[in-house]
């Protein structure tokens, strides 16, 4: 059982920044990848960024060049650097990670984000 704790969401206005962090805990043996979705009011969950236990980044088209993930491996935790926020950033952000050997999936509780005036 992996638990995965995500903190950092809050309300800013547009053109600011915050920095989104999940840490896993229990039994993990090896992550796989690690990373982040996020769903706006009335969408589907979407893709923004995820790291490799290579060290293999990706990121949505939409978030590219503003947001920044980042990984301490001795701590189980990614972070997510979110800079030039936009109102359509705005959604419950939710980390999530796969960890080996299954590559189990597993799903924190969101953290809310809000861009607004």
């Known amino acids: 059982q992996v638990q995965l704790v995500e903190s950092g969401g809050g309300l800013v206005q547009p053109g600011g920044s915050l920095r989104l962090s999940c840490a896993a805990s229990?039994?993990?043996?090896?992550?796989?990848?690690m990373g982040w979705f996020r769903r706006a009011p009335g969408k589907e969950r979407e893709f923004v960024a995820v790291?490799?236990?290579?060290?293999?980044?990706t990121y949505a088209d939409s978030v590219k060049g503003r947001f920044t993930l980042s990984r301490d491996n001795a701590k189980n935790t990614v972070y997510l650097q979110m800079n030039s926020l936009i109102p359509e950033d705005t959604a419950v952000y939710f980390c999530y990670s796969t960890v080996m050997p299954r590559a189990t999936a597993y799903w924190g509780q969101g953290t809310q984000v809000t861009v607004s005036s």
């Open positions: 790291i490799t236990k290579g060290g293999i980044i």
């Open positions: 229990g039994s993990i043996f090896s992550i796989n990848v």
